[in-house]
Nanobody, 120 residues
Framework: VQLQASGGGLVQPGGSLRLSCAAS????????MGWYRQAPGKERELMAS???????SYGESVKGRFTISRDNAKNTVYLQMNNLRPEDTAVYYC???????????????WGQGTQVTVSS
């Protein structure tokens, strides 16, 4: 199983970006999906998560600005980021808890990270 993230880039404060993360491989099902971020010199932190049933959860710093969603048919998780701030600058990592055909049990998979820079 591989996760491919895309959608990062440079945006001005107040702007928007949409991140995507698609899983591929011998996938039976996907449980939770989420987005983390890691700024220079800081720990990786959970920004948003979504359960297999669609229940969402957000970090306090992004509530009301970020929206996580998923397309189960495409094994893809999205993060819509609005009203971006300079402090949102970080490398964003996607995570999916995948049940794959070879292991037959949930395992954690990570995307390669995509840089988001918010600057004027």
């Amino acid at each position: 199983v591989q996760l491919q993230a895309s959608g990062g880039g440079l945006v001005q404060p107040g702007g928007s970006l949409r991140l995507s993360c698609a899983a591929s491989g011998s996938i039976i099902s996907i449980n939770a999906m989420g987005w983390y971020r890691q700024a220079p010199g800081k720990e990786r932190e959970l920004m948003a998560s979504i359960s297999s049933g669609g229940t969402t959860s957000y970090g306090e710093s992004v509530k009301g600005r970020f929206t996580i969603s998923r397309d189960n048919a495409k094994n893809t998780v999205y993060l819509q980021m609005n009203n971006l701030r300079p402090e949102d600058t970080a490398v964003y990592y996607c995570h999916q808890e995948v049940v794959d055909a070879s292991y037959q049990a949930p395992r954690d998979y990570w995307g390669q990270g995509t840089q988001v820079t918010v600057s004027s």
